[in-house]
Nanobody
Framework: QVQLVESGGGLVQPGGSLRLSCAAS?????MGWFRQAPGKEREFVAS????????YYADSVKGRFTISRDNAKKTAYLQMNSLKPEDTAVYYC?????????????????????WGQGTQVTVSS
């Protein structure tokens, strides 16, 4: 049984930084971060494979966010720098347990099998 436990959200001023963590249990191949703002659909932010550490990012966060993983701790991280008000959302970590082709990007919610509880990130002065 896969379980994902998130932590690290909060309130930060524009230009600030936050780091989200997602501790995973069970067998998974790929970790992703998504976010959902009020009235909007859940959108892909970044993903990383446990094995090779292949990373993918949404264009909106490239150069500002960094996804990483610690295989020993079975924890994925999302370091968010230069935060903007439009980054305000509930952030969800997700895990994929199905067959994974590491040469492609998995960027829709349906590509993932397990979800964390979500953590609020608010960027405001």
């Amino acid at each position: 049984q896969v379980q994902l436990v998130e932590s690290g959200g909060g309130l930060v001023q524009p230009g600030g930084s936050l780091r989200l963590s997602c501790a995973a249990s069970g067998r998974t191949f790929l970790m992703g971060w998504f976010r959902q703002a009020p009235g909007k659909e859940r959108e892909f932010v970044a993903s990383i494979s446990w094995s090779a550490g292949n990373t993918y990012y949404a264009d909106s966060v490239k150069g500002r966010f960094t996804i990483s993983r610690d295989n020993a701790k079975k924890t994925a991280y999302l370091q968010m720098n230069s935060l903007k008000p439009e980054d305000t959302a509930v952030y969800y970590c997700a895990a994929r347990s199905r067959f994974t082709n590491y040469s492609r990007t998995y960027y829709t919610p349906n590509d993932y099998d397990h979800w964390g509880q979500g953590t609020q990130v608010t960027v405001s002065s």
